[in-house]
């Protein structure tokens, strides 16, 4: 992609699904793929990724007009 615009065209389907298998089988641990009680897997972030990150998340709960604490449920 180049300024939002695809410069080349998208590998065949089965070359996705065999490319996702793959990182699958190889690189994604087992513990990381199970549904219950998954591993979880962090990640490490430069300072300048999380102030763009959080940045992002307040502009956006500030268009849409919401509070932090209006993205809560509370269950009873």
């Given at each position: 992609m180049q300024n939002g615009k695809?410069?080349?065209p998208s590998?065949?389907?089965e070359e996705i699904r065999a490319?996702?298998?793959r990182q699958l089988y190889e690189e994604v641990w087992q513990e990381?793929?199970?549904f219950e009680n998954p591993h979880h897997h962090f990640l490490?972030?430069?300072p300048?990724?999380?102030e763009m990150k959080m940045g992002l998340l307040k502009q956006t709960r500030y268009e849409r007009g919401h509070s932090r604490?209006?993205?809560h449920?509370?269950?009873i």
């Open positions: 695809r410069v080349k590998p065949p389907l490319y996702v298998k990381e793929q199970r490490d972030m430069s300048a990724y999380y604490e209006a993205n449920i509370i269950w």
